[in-house]
Structures are given as structure tokens and as C-alpha cells.
């Protein structure tokens, strides 16, 4: 019976191509629209590390003090850390692992002489990152805490910048200049691009510009200043490098592994204890305000997602429903006109289940055609947008084989919902008033 | 116009009316609103910056190697770009306009109330500062070669002297009357002499403010800047900027080659990537307002080219007893006018909710009147728009259709 209802409903949609044209159109474009910013919403929503999100941590601790003027619905908790909270949460050590991390530019003197010298994205960091954050290496390894303690002069590459320097060949062993000290290359990284770049969402989140990897001890030997976001209070970052080691000013992020929900709520305490260990000595003058938060918390809370891309999305699903409306607007004409042809299907026996499985039929294959319209037109959509969105949004926002399915059933979904009045109202045909008529 | 018969024809087709009513309000609704944002975006764009833009490009420049003699390293590189044919002018900074920058500080002339603090942008710059980007000074006087000191990290103590934009003269002091004064940097404890105002200097993050009158609140300190990362601003003599920005990288080489030079580029391409997303918001949202008021405007087509082939009869009849086709087509317009009122009117209620929930959400500013009133008005007439054809087809219909079939 199926087969019949769908040759019927093929034979139906070629009989008045303007009114099926213009509701596959309706329906593609409706679908195409919120296919489109979905994609890109989910692109700049995405959970960039599945596997641990649920396990990293990011504290933070008030080290600033109530703000007089804050708004009153945000926390106002630092994004960052002080050296000095850093390093105490390093040797507190109550995480399964734990890193504290900063960004540095570095200028690099390639060892080829041929090449100009060139400047480096560089992190500072321990040698948790890697086990932590799930990093693959390609060449070599990470360092260990062997190197975190002697602030050994060790380097990891990422596969780009080793393809700069080294065309690609397995570089561990060799030596570069990072700022005027010479390092050992001990491990370069296999393509890793975790999006958004969450453990610092600083600027490029979404690119992730780091190159080059090297042991936080020796970075802060070297006083490589932060090429971050540095934020003091009235105090100001002290003078010189030690000043600043010792100052109220954040700069360090910090990430901690807990894997047990017992682990989660000892190192709450935990922080807050050291609050109000900090308000004994002196140093807080006000109540512990702390927060410890997770991968897709920490993101929600920093509002990854362009607020524009939020508007869109939701302008996008406006879109569909006005498309809706107007198919089941269309339907109804389609189907009312056809009201004869329904009549003599009455009277010579068919059931108002059978009239009611027709017009759904023929509603699924109109959502079917449109659907594939809809899939197109994404593409197109996508297309267009990637020469227009800013480039780190932009190389995330390709469609999947899932999502043309998705699409697809999606589109024959709403319209057999958007077709169910219509076809209702064909079911009420009466076949004698019909019949009259013919 | 007669308007009972056709309230009478739309009650045996309630849905159908109802469907179009819908439609109309939601696309009155979208388009209110994505309308105001595309024009927020484009006027936040528009923005000058009080730079002379045409004319000036940035030298982002990375020196390496020994960093001991700095401020004197800098000093030649200058020299060299000003030796330069086709460049007139040439200074260094911390920061340029329309880039990406940081160096925001609180600002006050009264260092004991700290509810007097104001936020402004620190750009470092000597007394090439003024000419070099272009500026216009609107009161007091450019810095004395005496004032001028050298600045790595900013110092705290005291300066020479600052320039202040006019905005941020305003909100230090509500005459404006900041000549002569000391304005304090927090939290560093900076002081420093106000000895002129400029029209205007925005701030480097144009982008990150929404629009807020906040990037006004520019300060160009009395400083040669001394650092490694250190921007060369450089003005190019009229219509020679492409040329000079081929070869001012040359004559760096040339002083030395301990160096990396990150970008040479134009305050017009500055301003074009600065502005890109709000540009493609803009963009995007015209696409997102042509595509529903075509889909609304075809949807009224479809269903009321239905309406008419179900009326033929009907029409044929009024036809056959008299009525003349701009009767007919006015029947239709009539018809359509009283559902895109309701539609209308349903429409400017969710424009406004939905504004308001924008502004609860996202932080927008409240939508103007204006927008609905014109919004109403536009929807009507793309609902009289769209009527056209269905109704002049049902006016063509022929009085003998109703001799058939009766």
C-alpha cells in the first residue's frame, strides 16, 4: 500500500508543479537556514576534549576582593591565578595530575642558518599538559617531572611549526634557539587542535596558536613575560621580573585532573581552606570565594559561543517556522483542492485511515524532496558563510555525512507535522457533497 | 469597500487566514529586529578612528638579539623610515588603532575618590605622535621635546605630559576644563601634566565595546617607547602609501637584520579586520531578511492563488451581476489588508518581546519605535505586493463561468 500511496503522491506533486515547487522551496530554505547556523553553532559550541571533559578542572580563587561597582548577577572571580596561588596549588599536589600553564612569544633562530629568524607562539607549562589534555606525540615524547625540577632547557614542537623548521623529519635530539638559550628538541606533536582552545581561551581560542612547548620552571627562569592577558590591583605588578613572581597580578592558568566526585569536593575544601588561610595571614580581607569548574562549565561561563552566532541560530529556527507555516498553508490548498479525487476514493470504500496514510504519504515525500533541497542549500550556506566568518570559526564548520541524514529526516519530520492539519481536513471530506459536484 | 462580505468569506477559511496572520508577524518580527542590529553593526563600522587613515600604515617589528642599547636601536630604525622618499613621518608606540591592544587603565584628576576613576587606553608616543597619525588638536598644545622620556614598562612616579581625547576630557571633568591638571593612572600611581586635547583617538579593541562611546577614551603619554615588540606608525606623503609600504621594510634590512618583522599593514586593512565580524553579522542578517520576507511573500502568492481558482464560480457570479474587475482586485487586497493586520499588530508585540529578551540576554539596546511603525508598514505593503498577481488573475475570470454548472 505504501508503494502505491507513493507513486500516487508522486503523480499528485507533478500535477500542480508551482504549488510543489514552492513548498519544496519553502521547506528547503527553512531547512538550508537552521541547518547552516547549527552547524556553526555547534562548531563554536563544540566540547573540544570529550573524553576528560567531565574531569578537568579549572580553580579559581578571589584574590582581588569584593568589587564596589560589579554587576550584580556575575561572580567577578578572576579567570586567572597569581604565581604565588599557582605554585601553592602545584605543591599542594592533590590532583590525580595538574598543570599551571602561561602563553610567551618568543623570537626562534631556526638552527638552518638560511632562515630568518622568526617569532614563536610559545607555552609554558608542566609536564602533566600532555597526559592530562590526552596529547598525541608523533616524534619523542613529553618531558617528565625530572625536567620540571632541574627547569631542563627541552622543547616540544607541534607538527607545524617542525614542518617550518625541520621539513617534517623527526627532529628530536636537535638543538633551537628560543629568545638567546639554546634548547633540545625532546618530542613533536602529532595534529592536535582541540576547538575551542579551552585550557586558555585567551585570544585565536578557536585557532590555537601554540608552537612550541617548553617546562614552566625554565620559562619562569628565563623571565619569559606573559604574552597573555595580565591583570593587576591597585598594587601594580611590583618592579622587575622577581616583583611581579610576587605580585597580586594573574596570569597563570591553571587545570587539575580529578577523577572522583570524592576528588571534586576534597579539592573544593581544599580551596576554600586556602582562602581562608590567606585571610589569616593577612593577605584576603574578605570571606573565601572560590570556584572549581569543569570543561563545558568553564566554557558556558566564558561565553564561547559569539553572542552573534547565538542571535543567528535562533533567527535561523524563525526562518523554519515561517517556512512551516507556509507549507501547511500550501498543503491545505493542495490537498482542499483535491477534495474531488478524495471523495470518489470514499465512496468507492477507502477508509478515513487510508485517505489520512495518503495525504501523510505525499506530505513525507514533499518533506523528503525539500530535505535534499535543504541539504544543498547548507552547503551552499556553508560556503558562503566560510569566505565571510572570521577564519578560526570557519575551518570548524564543515558538514558531516550524519548531519545530511539528519537533515533530511528532520525536514520529513516537521512536515508530516506541518501536514497533519491539512491532512485532517482531507479525511473530512464527505464523499456525497463531493460527488455532487464532479 | 464593503467589508462584510469578506470577513464573512474569511470566517469559512479561518486556517488558512489564521496561517498567513502568522506568518506575517513572525517575519515582522524578525525583520524588526535583525534589521536594527544590521544597522547598529554597519554604524559601529563607520566609526572614524581620528587617524588619518588613508595615508597611514604599522610596522609590527620584533628586534632580537642584544637588547642593552634598545631605546638607541629604535631611534635608527626612525630615522631610517623618515629617510625614506614618499614617508613623511614616522614614531614609535605600544599600540596602534583598530588592532588588537591592551594597556587599559583607570584614569582620575582626583586620585581620593576612587568613584571618579575612568577607563581609558594608553598609547606611548612623542611629539611626532600628533603629526603622524594625523591628529587634530582642539585645545592646548603637542609635547615639548623636553618632556619626552623614555618608556619600557610604564613608570610609575611622574611624566612629562599627556594628551587626553575630548571624550575623556569630558568624563574627567564635566566642563571639560582639563588643561594644565594632573591626571593619576590607576592602579600604577602614574602622574602626568594634561597639556592638550585631541578631537578624537579610539582605542585599539574598536570591536570588543558594542558601540559604547568608552573607546573614545584615548591618552597618548609623552614617551618614546623602548621594547623589543615595539609598532613603527608611519605616515606616507599623499597617494605614495603602497609604494612606501613595499620599501620602508627594505630600509629596516637594511639597519639590521636581528629582527622579526611581523606585519606591515594599512590602517585601511586594520580597520577591514578589525570590523569583519560585525560586517559579516550584517551581512548575514540582510541575507536572513530577504530570505523570510521572500518566503512569506511566496507563501502569500501560493495560498491565495488557491483561494482564487476554489472562488472561480463565486467570482464569475459577482462578475456576471456586475461587478467590474478593480472591484475583484480590490476584493483580494481588501481581504489580504484586513489579515495582514492582524498579523501586523501580533507581529510588533513579538518584535518588541523579542528585542526585550535580547536585551535581557545578549545586553542589546532597546529597539527604537520607529522600527515596528516601519516594519508595519512595510509588511502590509509586501502583503499588497504579493495579492497583486492572484488578484488580477481572479479578475480575469470570465462572467460565463458562472452560467456553467449551476
Known amino acids: ?126 609536564s602533566d599538559f600532555f597526559s592530562m589534555f590526552d596529547v598525541p606525540f608523533e616524534y619523542g615524547g613529553p618531558w617528565g617531572k625530572a625536567e620540571d625540577d632541574t627547569h631542563a632547557s627541552v622543547v616540544v614542537l607541534t607538527r607545524p611549526f617542525n614542518d617550518l623548521l625541520f621539513d617534517g623529519m623527526n627532529s628530536v635530539g636537535r638543538m633551537l634557539t628560543i629568545g638567546d638559550k639554546p634548547y633540545r628538541v625532546i618530542g613533536v606533536l602529532d595534529d592536535w587542535h582541540p576547538s575551542p582552545r579551552f585550557y586558555d581561551l585567551g585570544q585565536d581560542s578557536f585557532t590555537g596558536t601554540d608552537q612550541l612547548f617548553l617546562p614552566f620552571t625554565r620559562a619562569i627562569d628565563q623571565q619569559m613575560s606573559t604574552s597573555g592577558n595580565l591583570n593587576c590591583d591597585r598594587a601594580g605588578p611590583g618592579s622587575g621580573w622577581d616583583g611581579l613572581l610576587h605580585s597580586n597580578c594573574i596570569w597563570i592558568h591553571f587545570w587539575v585532573e580529578l577523577s572522583t566526585a570524592s576528588g571534586v569536593s576534597k579539592y573544593r575544601t581544599f580551596l576554600h581552606d586556602y582562602a581562608a588561610a590567606q585571610r ?14 569543569d570543561v563545558v562549565e568553564w566554557l558556558t561561563y566564558n561565553h564561547v559561543v559569539p553572542v552573534a552566532v547565538g542571535t543567528l541560530t535562533s533567527v535561523s529556527f524563525a526562518i523554519l517556522f515561517v517556512c512551516l507555516i507556509n507549507a501547511t498553508g500550501l498543503m491545505l490548498a493542495k490537498f482542499m483542492a483535491r477534495s474531488g479525487g478524495v471523495g470518489v476514493r470514499r465512496a468507492l470504500g477507502a477508509t478515513r485511515p487510508a485517505i489520512f496514510a495518503q495525504c501523510l504519504v505525499e506530505a513525507g515525500v514533499i518533506g523528503l524532496v525539500g530535505g535534499l533541497v535543504g541539504v544543498g542549500l547548507t552547503k551552499i550556506g556553508l560556503v558562503s558563510c566560510r569566505s565571510v566568518l572570521p577564519p578560526d570559526l570557519s575551518i570548524l564548520t564543515r558538514l558531516q555525512g550524519a548531519d545530511v541524514l539528519i537533515a533530511v529526516a528532520v525536514a520529513i519530520a516537521v512536515t508530516l507535522v506541518a501536514g497533519l492539519y491539512p491532512t485532517w481536513r482531507a479525511t473530512q471530506v464527505h464523499p456525497a457533497a463531493q460527488l455532487k459536484t464532479l | 469597500m464593503e467589508l462584510r462580505p469578506v470577513i464573512a468569506a474569511m470566517r469559512r477559511n479561518r486556517v488558512g487566514a489564521l496561517l498567513i496572520a502568522m506568518q506575517i508577524a513572525v517575519t515582522l518580527a524578525v525583520l524588526c529586529n535583525a534589521v536594527y542590529i544590521v544597522q547598529q553593526r554597519l554604524s559601529w563600522t563607520a566609526r572614524p578612528s581620528g587617524v588619518d587613515e588613508a595615508d597611514v600604515f604599522v610596522i609590527s617589528n620584533q628586534l632580537i638579539g642584544s637588547q642593552r642599547d634598545l631605546g638607541s636601536r629604535i631611534q635608527t630604525d626612525l630615522a631610517a623610515l623618515r629617510a625614506v622618499p614618499g614617508i613623511r613621518d614616522s614614531y614609535a608606540s605600544n599600540q596602534q588603532p583598530l588592532d588588537n591592544g591592551e594597556d587599559e587603565f583607570g584614569i582620575t584628576l582626583d586620585p581620593d575618590h576612587p568613584a571618579a576613576t575612568r577607563f581609558t587606553t594608553v598609547y606611548y608616543g612623542d611629539q611626532r605622535a600628533l603629526a603622524t597619525l594625523g591628529l587634530t588638536l582642539s585645545a592646548g598644545r603637542n609635547f615639548n621635546a623636553s618632556e619626552i622620556g623614555d618608556c619600557g614598562d610604564l613608570p610609575s612616579g611622574s611624566l612629562g605630559g599627556a594628551l587626553v581625547t575630548r571624550e575623556l576630557a569630558k568624563q574627567l571633568d564635566a566642563s571639560g576644563n582639563v588643561l594644565g591638571r594632573v591626571a593619576t593612572l590607576v592602579p600604577i600611581s602614574l602622574h602626568v601634566p594634561i597639556v592638550g586635547v585631541i578631537d578624537r583617538l579610539e582605542a585599539p579593541n574598536v570591536d ?199
Not at chain 1, 552547524?39 to 569584593?66: C, E, H, M, W
Open chain 2, 208 to 406: 570588543l565595546f558594542g558601540g559604547s562611546s568608552i573607546v573614545e577614551q584615548s591618552i597618548i603619554l609623552s614617551c618614546r617607547f623602548v621594547n623589543s615588540r615595539v609598532d613603527y606608525i608611519v605616515h606616507a606623503m599623499p597617494g605614495r602609501l603602497a609604494e612606501t609600504m613595499r620599501v620602508a621594510p627594505l630600509a629596516l634590512a637594511a639597519v639590521s637584520r636581528d629582527r622579526v618583522i611581523l606585519s606591515v599593514r594599512s590602517l585601511h586593512e586594520s580597520r577591514r579586520e578589525i570590523y569583519r565580524s560585525d560586517r559579516t553579522i550584517a551581512l548575514m542578517l540582510t541575507l536572513v531578511c530577504i530570505i523570510i520576507v521572500a518566503v512569506a511573500v511566496f507563501g502569500i502568492v501560493g495560498l491565495t492563488s488557491y483561494w482564487v481558482s476554489q472562488r472561480r464560480r463565486q467570482i464569475g457570479i459577482r462578475r456576471a451581476l456586475g461587478a467590474t474587475r478593480p472591484a475583484i482586485v480590490r476584493y483580494f487586497q481588501t481581504e489580504n489588508f484586513l489579515i495582514a493586520a492582524v498579523g501586523v499588530v501580533i507581529g510588533a508585540v513579538l518584535a518588541v518581546g523579542g528585542n526585550l529578551w535580547m536585551v535581557e540576554r545578549f545586553a542589546m539596546t532597546r529597539l527604537p519605535f520607529a522600527y515596528p511603525l516601519l516594519g508595519i508598514v512595510a509588511m502590509l505593503s509586501f502583503g499588497q505586493l504579493a495579492v497583486l498577481w492572484p488578484a488580477l488573475r481572479a479578475a480575469s475570470v470570465p462572467p460565463a463561468v458562472a452560467a456553467r454548472g449551476v
Open chain 1, 280 to 293: 589569616q595571614s593577612g593577605r584576603f580581607n574578605w570571606p573565601p570565594h572560590v570556584a572549581l569548574r
Open chain 1, 1 to 126: 500500500m505504501f508503494g502505491y500511496y507513493f507513486k500516487l503522491a508522486l503523480r499528485s506533486l507533478r500535477r500542480n508543479l508551482v504549488l510543489t515547487g514552492l513548498m519544496v522551496i519553502a521547506i528547503g530554505v527553512g531547512i538550508g537556514a537552521s541547518m547552516t547556523m547549527l552547524t556553526i553553532y555547534r562548531a563554536a559550541s563544540g566540547d573540544p576534549i570529550p573524553q576528560k571533559s567531565a574531569v578537568l578542572f579549572v580553580p579559581q580563587i578571589d584574590n582581588f576582593g569584593p568589587q564596589p561597582n560589579a554587576p550584580p548577577n556575575q561572580d567577578f572571580l578572576p579567570q586567572d591565578l597569581t604565581y604565588m596561588d599557582a605554585m601553592a596549588l602545584m605543591r599542594a599536589h592533590l590532583g590525580l595530575r595538574q598543570a599551571a600553564m602561561y602563553a610567551t612569544t618568543q623570537s626562534i633562530t631556526p638552527p638552518n642558518a638560511a632562515q630568518d629568524p622568526l617569532e614563536g607562539y610559545v607555552r609554558a607549562t608542566y
